[in-house]
């Protein structure tokens, strides 16, 4: 397998990523916690919203980055030209823009958030996990109106100390209700791996590779065996669990840094009740195989996000 060797270009998967982390520092941060889920291989980040100098959540510094990405993450490379003048990046901001969509909620799935948590995804799994994109779904679309189906993501990265590839499946669930956010989040991951949706996806990251060197195209196709990924392939599916959170109200008039301290120790507090709705849902899960990756972000509303990159977009 093309792992084997040193000069394989999976070493420098990082090398495709596109969202930078200078930006994620400028309007995230994660609070360390010591809360784990048993039973199974889950890695949980409970990140959040930085305060800009007036004190507010900063939503719109978020937004604005994750619109300076669009072109990245709707677009291949092998779609577009490496280096752009000024009016082709215009024209292809503006295709990018066209294939978001304002989904309708339905009963069983209450996300009136859609690709707005989707891109938010990919800019925590480029930036937080320095996981590129391989596969850009956006650009798959046969009708812009459409939503994509299957994961809301396909990301991949060398592990160095395991010699192993990591594919990632994006999971985006942004709810009004942090336990309906994990519990729809598991059911699609259920569904993804019922009813054959996973090795269709698999199928798509050599069919629809994102970039157009041959060199890594080649390196990747390798590592699946007929649609399935080979021994050098490890399986994650990776969670945005965004909900929101009502402690977003009850913050005391503060200067903006004793403000983040107040904030940051009243989600400390909060961790094991979200650790324990997460571990409940666990519990009954049977497929233990799996790895997760699971991104906590609370907002002071999830409508409040959507409305700010809708914002963004026109």
Request: glycine content about 6%.
């Amino acid at each position: 397998m093309t792992t084997d060797t040193k000069a394989s270009p999976l070493f420098d998967l990082d090398k495709y990523l596109s969202a930078a982390r200078d930006k994620y520092d400028k309007c995230l941060d994660v609070v360390e916690h010591k809360e784990i889920i048993s039973g199974i291989n889950v890695t949980t980040r409970l990140h959040h919203l930085k305060f800009n100098g007036n004190c507010q959540p900063a939503i719109d510094v978020l937004t604005g980055y994750l619109y300076g990405r669009i072109i990245d993450y709707c677009l291949a490379m092998k779609n577009r030209p490496a280096l752009m003048t000024s009016e082709e990046a215009a024209m292809f901001t503006k295709e990018a823009k066209r294939l978001f969509i304002n989904p309708t909620p339905k009963p069983d799935d209450p996300d009136k958030t859609g690709e707005a948590g989707e891109i938010l995804l990919y800019f925590l799994l480029e930036t937080v996990l320095g996981a590129p994109q391989i596969v850009a779904k956006m650009d798959l679309k046969t009708n812009p109106k459409l939503e994509s189906h299957g994961s809301d993501g396909i990301h991949m990265k060398w592990n160095e100390p395991e010699s192993m590839v990591d594919l990632y499946f994006g999971e985006s669930k942004l709810y009004q209700d942090v336990g309906q956010a994990m519990t729809a989040a598991l059911a699609s991951i259920r569904d993804f791996h019922d009813k054959d949706i996973f090795q269709h996806e698999c199928k798509m990251v050599t069919k629809h590779f994102k970039y157009a060197q041959p060199q890594i195209q080649h390196a990747v196709a390798e590592l699946f065996d007929s649609g399935k990924p080979g021994i050098g392939v490890r399986v994650n599916h990776a969670c945005l669990i965004g909900y929101n959170w009502a402690e977003y109200g009850k913050l005391p008039s503060l200067a903006q840094q004793k403000l983040t301290e107040d904030f940051r120790a009243r989600y400390l507090a909060d961790a094991p009740r979200l650790h324990q709705l997460l571990q409940t849902r666990f519990d009954t899960w049977s497929k233990k195989n799996l790895r997760f990756e699971v991104f906590f972000l609370p907002f002071p509303t999830v409508q409040n996000f959507r409305d700010a990159f809708n914002k963004e977009l026109t």
